[in-house]
């Protein structure tokens, strides 16, 4: 379709599309993290981080570094804003400073890093963060976090959530739309044995439907220095399903790996006992080639105490996690997994 087939080609708040023309090409900031010109959320736990990964990130892009996370970071000499909003001036300060010092250079940082926080009550502070952007004309903005700055709005609820992503689309979509746009926010307490998933989003469901890309980071229940992250949503593209592990040695992160076996990070303390309790008495039982039949298993309600169902169902389980698999119906085997948890103990 060409101008000169049609009249009009803008009727109201609708534009006819020129199937010919070429769109722009998809760009990321950083490999697969940020993509170029959009925003994205990182949705995280409490005490999983997500400001100090958030704040590693932007330094990393200011900074000209290499890479984040292994992720090639492959476009330099980018603006950073970076807004605070939850731990005032001292603390904010405590932590550039610390992140500065596993830098291993100064590329630049101080002329493309705005490190800005709150002062007193803010009430209007997208206006401020549109200041913002006008005087220092930054190329990424970075707000941490949306919960406060909803003040006056309840974000569980729809109606009051796009009000305030009204606000937020003038400034990403209307005066800034080549601009990239990074929001943190939090997860919910409950739900963590699904993993990382949008249904643990606080809030309401629309959050997830109008950010345009999301990533997950939660805690892992075996070493208090891993956590886990995972893409939740890409709209222009294709999102990874598959969680990846990185350690956390304040104030940074580091090593990013897959994790296949991501469940067994998400079993509470309570639950790992019981499921180690039937493993180590498995394990016992095991032949050469470290299988056993699913009979021997179920045979052992009796000196476990439990019922045939709930062993059943903790099999199930320990395959899940990882440290069995199922060769076939009715056999178990101990996986590599399983056997080094064991040398290590």
């Known amino acids: 379709l060409t101008e000169r087939q049609y009249k009009r080609t803008q009727i109201g708040g609708l534009k006819l599309l020129d199937t010919n023309k070429t769109p722009k090409k998809r760009e990321y900031i950083v490999e697969k993290f940020v993509p170029k010109g959009q925003l994205k959320m990182l949705i995280g736990e409490k005490g999983s981080g997500k400001s100090l990964f958030s704040l590693q ?8 570094e290499p890479s984040f996370l ?42 493309r890093f705005y490190p800005m926080t709150t002062t007193g009550r803010v009430d209007e502070i997208y206006n401020d963060i549109g200041n913002a952007i006008k005087e220092f004309n930054p190329d990424i903005i970075f707000i941490d976090c949306l919960y406060n700055t909803s003040k006056g709005i309840r974000l569980d609820k729809n109606s009051d959530f796009m009000n305030l992503a009204d606000r937020i689309d003038v400034l990403n979509k209307e005066k800034y739309p080549d601009k990239t746009f990074w929001l943190v926010h939090h997860f919910n307490k409950g739900g963590r044995v699904d993993g990382i998933t949008s249904e643990r989003t606080s809030g309401a469901s629309s959050i997830g439907n109008w950010a345009e890309n999301e ?15 995972k893409d939740l949503k890409t709209r222009d593209g294709s999102e990874s399903n598959d969680h990846f592990r990185i350690l956390f040695n304040y104030p940074t992160f580091s090593n990013l790996v897959l994790e296949p076996n991501w469940k067994r990070h998400f079993v509470d303390e309570q639950q790992y006992k019981k499921l180690y309790n039937l493993y180590d008495e498995v394990k016992k039982k095991v032949d050469e080639n470290n299988q056993f039949e699913t009979a021997m298993a179920l ?43 064991d040398e290590n103990e």
């Open 57 to 64: 990130l932007a330094m990393s892009i200011a900074n000209n």
């Open 215 to 229: 990533m997950g980071i939660a805690k892992s229940g075996l070493d208090t220095d891993m956590r886990l992250i």
């Open 70 to 111: 292994t992720k090639k970071i492959n476009i330099h000499n980018q603006k950073v804003l970076f807004v605070d909003t939850e731990i005032g001036e001292d603390i904010f300060l405590r932590r550039i400073n610390a992140m500065k010092e596993t830098l291993k250079e100064n590329r630049g940082l101080g002329s």
């Open 299 to 341: 045979n052992l309600y009796q000196e476990l105490n439990i019922e045939k169902v709930t062993i059943s169902r903790y099999l199930k389980q320990l395959v899940e996690i990882g440290l069995l698999t199922k060769p076939k119906y009715g056999l178990y085997q101990l996986t590599e997994l399983g056997i080094a948890k």
